[in-house]
C-alpha cells in the first residue's frame, strides 16, 4: 500500500484477520463428544469416583499444565473426590510421566493433563500394573502412541474435534464437561475462563476463533474474579484491572517461575490459595523466583549472544549447566530479537536439553524431528519443543540443522509480520487506540500492529529506567507532537534527530486522562 493507512483501513485489515472464524460466542464452541475416547475416559473416571477408586492426576510444570492440574483437582474438590496430584519436578523427575513417577503414586486409575502422548514406557508399566492410564494432551502425536486405556487429545488423526490448537488446559476442561455430562450433575464450567485465558495465552496457542472467543471472556472473568490469586496480583502490583498483556508479561512469567527456577507446586497452591492473605504469602516466595529467573537469563543470553552468526537462519547455541528452567525463555528472545528460530542447550553430565522456539511460520518440531537419530528424545508442538541428545552429537546436529534452514525462505521467517504499513501522524489519536483495543486481545496469528512513521523530529529525550536502558521520546511532525518510549533502546537518538520508526499504539492513562503512546519497536532511520 503506497498511500498512508487511515483508522478505516486499520479497522478493515484486522476485520480481515478474522473473517474464517466459526465460533464467535461460548455457544458457538465445540462439544466434548467430538474428542476420541472422551467418553471412554469419563466412563472410567465416573466408575473410579463411584467406587472410592485411588485416583492421581499428573501435571506438567509450566503454566498450562499447572492451570490443567488446578481444573481438574478444583473439580474433584467440589465434588469431595479424593486424589492424588503430581506436577514433575523439571529437575529431579524431567518432564512428563515416567516409571519412577507412578511407583510412587499406588493408584487404580491415573489422569495426565499437558502431557502423556510421548509416555510410551510409562504405559507399558501401567498396563503391567493393572493401573489404567488415562492420557489428556495436546502436544504433537508421535508415529508410535502409548498403548493407555484412553487417550483424548485434538491431534490425533482420527479426532473430529474441530480445532486441534488448543492448549492442554482447554483438553482438561472438556475432561470436566463430559463428567459433569457422565454424572448428570449441574456445575458452572465459565468458573475455569480466568485460568484458560491465562493458559491459552501463555502456551501461545492461536489467537483466534474458539480460542479468541475464550480469552477476551476470560479476561473479563479474571477483573471480577472471585479467586483469592488474582485478588493478591492486583494489590502486590497495585492494578486496577488486568489486560491481556498483564497476562504475557506478569502472571504467565509468575506461574512458570516456580517450575523453571525450583517447583511448579508453588504455584499451583498459589491458585488454590483459599484467602487473599494466604495467597501474597505464597506470591512473595513466587517473586523472589521470579527475580531470579530474570537474573539467570540476562546472563545466559548475554552468553548466547557471543556464539551467533549472521549468516546463519537458526540460532543453535549451549553452555555447560546453563540453568534447565530459563533455556527456553532465552530460545524465545533469541527467536524475537533475532527473527530466526533458536535452541538453546544446557549440558550436564555429558546430555544436552534443550528447548527450541520457532518463527514465523517455521515449524520448529518438523526441523527437530529430522534429525531424530541423533537424538535421545524430543517433543512439542510447531512453535515450541523440547529436544535432548547426548553431548557428542550437538557440533553435528547444529551442523544439519544449519543445512536445512538454508532453504528457509523469507517469507517463511518473517511470517506474520505485525507491520501493517506507514500512517500518517493525525490517524494517531484516541478513536485509533479504541479501534486496536477492539482487535485485543492480541498474540500468536493476531499479532499487534504495529505501523511506521517516517520524518518525526525529536523534540525531547529522556533516559529513564533503573537500569537506564529506556529511552522516553516526545516526537513532533505537522505541529503535532507525540509521546514514545523506547524499551532497552538499541539506537541513541538526541533531540533534532530526524527519525523513522517502526511502532505499536498502547494506552497512557495518566491521572484520568487517556491518550495514545507509542511504543519504539525500532528505528529504521536517523539523521
Known amino acids: 500500500m503506497d498511500r498512508l493507512l487511515t483508522k478505516e483501513d486499520v479497522r478493515r485489515i484486522l476485520e480481515s484477520r478474522f473473517k474464517d472464524d466459526k465460533c464467535m460466542t461460548l455457544g458457538d464452541v465445540p462439544k466434548p463428544n467430538s474428542f476420541k475416547d472422551i467418553d471412554k475416559a469419563s466412563s472410567r473416571i465416573c466408575k473410579a469416583i463411584l467406587n472410592n477408586e485411588r485416583i492421581a492426576i499428573v501435571g506438567d510444570y509450566d503454566v498450562d499444565g499447572v492451570v490443567s492440574s488446578v481444573i481438574l483437582s478444583e473439580f474433584f474438590d467440589d465434588l469431595q473426590v479424593s486424589y492424588s496430584l503430581h506436577i514433575p519436578n523439571r529437575f529431579s523427575d524431567g518432564y512428563g510421566l515416567n516409571v519412577d513417577i507412578i511407583q510412587k503414586l499406588d493408584v487404580d486409575v491415573i489422569i495426565t493433563v499437558d502431557n502423556g502422548i510421548s509416555a510410551i514406557e510409562a504405559a507399558c508399566y501401567c498396563k503391567e500394573k493393572g493401573i489404567d492410564l488415562i492420557i489428556t494432551d495436546h502436544h504433537t502425536v508421535p508415529s508410535v502412541i502409548p498403548e493407555a486405556y484412553a487417550i483424548v487429545n485434538p491431534k490425533q488423526e482420527d479426532c473430529d474435534f474441530p480445532n486441534c490448537e488448543i492448549c492442554g488446559a482447554q483438553v482438561a476442561w472438556y475432561l470436566v464437561a463430559s463428567l459433569k455430562s457422565h454424572l448428570k450433575m449441574e456445575y458452572d464450567l465459565s468458573k475455569f475462563l480466568d485460568l484458560l485465558a491465562i493458559a491459552i495465552m501463555a502456551d501461545m496457542m492461536e489467537l483466534k476463533d474458539m480460542n479468541r472467543v475464550m480469552v477476551k471472556k476470560g479476561i473479563k472473568a479474571l477483573n471480577h474474579s472471585q479467586r483469592p490469586v488474582f485478588q493478591a496480583i492486583k494489590e502486590f502490583f497495585s492494578k486496577k484491572t488486568l489486560e491481556s498483556d498483564d497476562i504475557s508479561f506478569l502472571i504467565a512469567p509468575l506461574i512458570n517461575s516456580s517450575g523453571r527456577m525450583d517447583d511448579a507446586i508453588y504455584s499451583y497452591e498459589l491458585l488454590k490459595s483459599k484467602t487473599k492473605e494466604e495467597a501474597i504469602q505464597k506470591l512473595e516466595y513466587i517473586v523472589h523466583l521470579n527475580n531470579s529467573r530474570k537474573d539467570e537469563e540476562k546472563m545466559l543470553f548475554d552468553c548466547s549472544i557471543e556464539q551467533l552468526r549472521d549468516d546463519e537462519n537458526i540460532i543453535v547455541v549451549w553452555g555447560e549447566d546453563w540453568h534447565e528452567g530459563v533455556v527456553g525463555i ?198
Do not use: C, M
Open 330 to 527: 532465552v530460545a524465545s528472545r533469541l527467536s524475537k530479537r533475532y527473527k530466526k528460530p533458536a535452541i538453546v542447550f544446557s549440558i550436564r553430565d555429558g546430555v544436552a536439553k534443550g528447548s527450541a522456539r520457532g518463527v514465523g511460520e517455521v515449524d520448529i518440531l518438523s526441523l527437530i524431528q529430522e534429525q531424530e537419530d541423533l537424538l535421545l528424545g524430543f517433543g512439542g508442538h510447531k512453535g515450541a519443543a523440547g529436544v535432548s541428545l547426548v553431548q557428542e552429537n550437538l557440533e553435528q546436529f547444529k551442523e544439519n540443522l544449519i543445512k536445512s534452514s538454508l532453504n528457509l525462505s523469507e517469507k517463511e521467517l518473517q511470517a506474520g509480520s505485525s507491520t501493517l504499513g506507514e500512517i500518517d501522524i493525525k490517524e494517531i489519536d484516541f478513536e485509533l487506540l479504541e479501534i486496536l483495543e477492539e482487535f485485543e486481545p492480541y498474540g500468536q496469528k493476531n499479532p499487534r500492529p504495529s505501523f511506521i512513521l517516517k520524518n518525526v523530529q525529536v523534540k525531547v529525550d529522556k533516559v529513564i529506567g533503573k537500569e537506564r536502558n529506556h529511552l522516553k521520546l516526545i516526537l513532533q511532525k505537522e505541529n503535532l507532537s507525540i509521546e514514545s518510549l523506547f524499551f532497552n533502546y538499541d539506537v541513541d537518538v538526541k533531540r533534532g534527530d530526524i527519525i523513522d520508526i517502526q511502532f505499536s499504539v498502547s494506552r497512557n492513562d495518566y491521572r484520568g486522562l487517556v491518550t495514545p503512546q507509542l511504543l519504539i519497536k525500532q528505528i529504521l532511520s536517523y539523521k
